[in-house]
């Protein structure tokens, strides 16, 4: 829940910035451990192998030791959260509950000392950090051990402290330059478009047509979000301003035309989702024609759900694109369209895992074994990558579990609607019973219609003899170590 409130606070910020960089150095491969405001933007890391990471090896100090592994950041986030304001100098490091704090502790007891104090820090990874995108901080074999293999480390952040710079720009999109984004803008919301005045020089005594209104509606009721399944009906009033007529038998077309975000594409990259066409005798002088055309969601392979689109309407649009002012002469051509109906189509998801088979369910304590993981999406293709942990517990205690491995599977592997990955796993250094769970989505990350069955468990026991317990640093007694181990456990 802790997690899932986050993200959605996070999204609001993230909807508030302007995505533009700043080239502030970092000073230092150190990071400062410092309490979290709950108001400040955080970031989540992930623990991976560093055999699974470019360089991992190496950066981690040497390119012959497969057993590290990393935390890894995505600074990024606050990349584009600051803006031009960025400074790399303003993150810090926060355990946000008990264990993490716990945790954090362990792993500065493995951290060389700061030659300017006697104070152990955390350590980014010079190779593997750039302060822009990525913080990469190398976890060894005596932090695996000092935290039971990375309890606790799910719940280790970073944050940014620094300066945020407000947009300057139109608040259009999310960083994709797409302008897909799901939550609302400020100062931009889902709703029915505008006619829009002329710009251009009076032709006198031809028609003018324009679109008084468009309204969507599902059911008979005007509405802006829509399911991927509905049947979604669009409204146009087309209306002839001027003092001027066409034939009675000709015919006026009107078009509805689809852009992604809230602001209608270039206009070589609008798609044409409906038109009709509107007879001359009933848009004579000062008269109006109002038509709706509805269409189904399903059969627009370029609708996905989880996006907002709009939908500018025009008159007199003979072409989808390079109109080239349509089949009449009118007194203005610049108000054929309206501004942009804006609207969202949500998806209907079921992340579930279906199966964990492992190469041993009775391994040797410290070994690693193969998890082979099936996961299935169901209803709706995901509109993002679907992410995948791994936890470990002792004898099933779901409340007492701790992260060993998470990935992405990604929404192009999903499009059939299931995949498979095999996953190293490094099983737990003692002896004893233990339950092994995959789950996909585990925060929520992809709001889920049905979300029961996200997660799956097998049984684990490790055989064997238990590796000795760390030995303090050199200079260190053992007593600290020894309480935080103890509180763990």
Same mark, same amino acid.
């Given at each position: ?24 150095? $970092?000073?230092?491969? !150190? ?86 104090? +006697? ?47 407000? $947009? ?15 939550? *609302? ?11 829009? =005045? ?23 009721? #005007? ?32 078009? !509805? ?8 594409? =270039? ?33 627009? *392979? ?26 009449? +002469? ?9 501004? #942009? ?71 192009? #592997? ?46 684990? #026991? ?5 590796? *000795?317990?760390?030995? *303090? ?13 103890? !509180?763990?456990?």
């Amino acid at each position: 829940m802790f997690t899932k409130m986050i993200g959605i606070a996070f999204l609001l910020v993230l909807s508030s910035f302007q995505y533009a960089f700043a080239e502030t150095e $970092r000073n230092s491969q !150190f990071i400062d451990q410092s309490a979290w405001y709950n108001e400040k933007p955080i970031v989540f890391g992930t623990l991976k192998w560093a055999t699974s990471i470019p360089g991992g090896t190496a950066g981690c100090g040497d390119p012959n030791d497969t057993n590290d592994k990393v935390m890894m950041y995505d600074a990024s986030v606050f990349r584009r959260i600051a803006g031009s304001a960025y400074n790399p100098n303003k993150i810090y490091i926060y355990g946000v509950t008990a264990l993490g704090n716990v945790a954090l502790a362990a792993w500065r007891q493995t951290m060389p000392k700061e030659s300017s104090s +006697q104070e152990r820090k955390i350590r980014a990874s010079d190779t593997l950090s750039d302060w822009k995108t990525t913080v990469a901080i190398c976890f060894g074999l005596r932090a695996q051990a000092y935290t039971m293999n990375g309890q606790g480390m799910s719940d280790v952040v970073l944050w940014y402290d620094g300066p945020i710079e407000t $947009r300057t720009s139109s608040p259009l999109d999310d960083g994709t330059g797409t302008g897909d984004v799901m939550t *609302p803008v400020s100062g931009l919301s889902y709703g029915p478009g505008t006619s829009l =005045p002329a710009t251009d020089p009076i032709i006198a005594n031809k028609p003018d047509f324009i679109i008084d209104r468009n309204r969507l509606f599902k059911d008979g009721t #005007e509405q802006y979000v829509f399911g991927k399944s509905d049947t979604m009906c669009m409204e146009a009033k087309l209306k002839n301003i001027g003092q001027g007529k066409i034939d009675n038998d000709d015919r006026v077309r009107t078009r !509805f035309l689809l852009s992604k975000g809230y602001k209608e594409d =270039p206009h070589g990259d609008w798609i044409g989702i409906a038109s009709f066409d509107t007879r001359g005798d009933h848009v004579e002088q000062g008269e109006s024609h109002t038509e709706t055309v509805c269409v189904s969601l399903v059969d627009k *392979p370029y609708i996905v759900p989880g996006r907002v689109y709009n939908i500018v309407t025009c008159a007199d649009r003979t072409e989808i694109n390079n109109n080239d002012g349509g089949a009449y +002469q009118e007194e203005h051509e610049s108000n054929n369209c309206t501004t #942009e109906m804006v609207f969202e189509v949500r998806g209907s998801y079921n992340f579930a895992i279906t199966g964990i088979a492992l190469s041993h369910n009775q391994p040797n304590a410290g070994d690693v074994i193969q998890a082979t993981i099936g996961v299935s999406s169901t209803v709706d293709a995901p509109n993002a990558d679907v992410p995948v942990s791994v936890f470990l517990s002792l004898n099933g205690d779901w409340n007492n579990r701790w992260i060993v491995d998470s990935f992405s599977i990604s929404q192009q #592997e999903l499009q059939g609607g299931y995949a498979s990955r095999v996953r190293n796993i490094a099983v737990p250094g003692s002896i004893g019973e233990f339950t092994l769970w995959v789950c996909a989505n585990p925060n929520g990350e992809i709001p889920e219609t049905y979300g029961n069955d996200n997660c799956q468990s097998v049984w684990l #026991e490790t055989l064997g003899t238990s590796p *000795p317990q760390p030995q *303090p640093l050199p200079g260190e007694s053992g007593g600290a170590i020894i309480s935080i181990i103890q !509180f763990v456990l």
